[in-house]
């Protein structure tokens, strides 16, 4: 299959692009570069550096490509940054997500599919219910939250109205892994290999479900061929806690300092895990590699 990864040179859409290559499909690569590096792409895959808030360049590059897959991972992703510049995340994710999504209709072909990357980390807020499932009611706390859940309106109200394209969602837990450069599990061990204590910001008790970067590729690779018309969380189910994550990294690197303590940061969710069953019934996808492993495996190959 011909595939466009948006996002390709960052974190996770880097690793989904590799699956893709090695699996034999022919990629071409989107991306602005702002968060990505281009040393992240396969050297098997056409890239195109470009922001997807220019409808004029996707054009152009739609028309040049004519993918059957759209994988959409571009995003601006930090949620104290979309709190202070809530416009630049909402044309980002949204009208961006929109302006592909038109450039995918127009010149897309064959049984044309979108995958989206979207965030059941932040979309349901803290939920009454953990694990939170599809059903959850979502509850944005953050204009990055708010814009995922709106670009994944625009998507399926796109696909009622055009017919012609197929989509599935996938809403990520805490994705961590080779690559990362932001979030709590990169931050903590580039702090710790200083011999600096991480902040943790409030009580240490907040709550995140943690989803190893390999397994969500895995999740990405099956969504290619099933799950059409599917919104569905890609999550472990459980709950690890920003004391876990501390002592998890410090125990793996010989750390026996105290982590440093700061007030909670306005627009963070307290506590989430979201259930994977619906994933599992849809994609026969699971999560299989546990925190405790997916840290390893992530200090090995990353320094200093």
């Known amino acids: 299959m011909k595939i466009i990864v948006t996002g390709g040179a960052g974190f996770i859409g880097s690793h989904i692009v590799d699956a893709y290559v090695r699996a034999g499909h022919r990629v071409a690569v989107l991306d602005n570069l702002s968060t990505g590096s281009k040393k992240n792409v396969n050297r098997r895959a056409a890239f195109y ?11 152009r590059i739609f028309k040049q490509e004519r993918p059957e897959i759209l994988n959409h991972h571009a995003a601006l992703i930090n949620v104290v940054e979309s709190l202070r510049e809530p416009v630049k995340t909402l044309e980002t994710n949204v009208m961006g997500t ?22 059941g980390g ?6 009454m219910r953990i694990p939170a499932d599809e059903h959850t009611p979502p509850n944005p706390l953050s204009p990055y939250a708010l814009s995922k859940l709106l670009a994944e309106q625009v998507i399926a109200s796109l696909e009622a109205d055009r017919k012609s394209v197929r989509y599935t969602i996938l809403r990520y837990a805490n994705v961590f892994g080779p690559r990362q450069k932001t979030g709590v599990a990169p931050i903590f061990a580039r702090l710790i290999r200083r011999n600096t204590p991480p902040t943790i910001f409030g009580s240490g008790k907040k709550t995140r479900d943690y989803v190893y970067v390999g397994d969500v590729v895995e999740a990405n690779v099956k969504a290619l061929t099933r799950g059409n018309g599917a919104t569905l969380n890609i999550g472990s189910g459980r709950q690890t806690s920003d004391h876990e994550v501390f002592r998890a990294i410090a125990a793996e690197l010989g750390f026996s ?48």
Do not use: C, M
Request: glycine fraction near 6%; avoid cysteine; charge should be positive.
């Open 122 to 127: 932040s979309i349901y807020g803290n939920p």
């Open 49 to 59: 550096r470009a922001d997807i808030r220019n409808p004029k360049l996707l054009d």
């Open 98 to 119: 929109t302006y592909l999504f038109e450039a995918f209709v127009k010149h897309g072909r064959g049984k044309k599919k979108v995958i989206f990357a979207s965030s």
């Open 257 to 304: 300092k105290n982590a440093r303590y700061a007030p909670a940061r306005a627009g963070e969710v307290q506590r989430i895990a979201l259930s994977p069953r619906r994933a599992q019934r849809t994609l026969g996808w699971r999560a299989k590699i546990s925190f405790r492993e997916g840290i390893k495996r992530t200090l090995e190959t990353t320094s200093a």
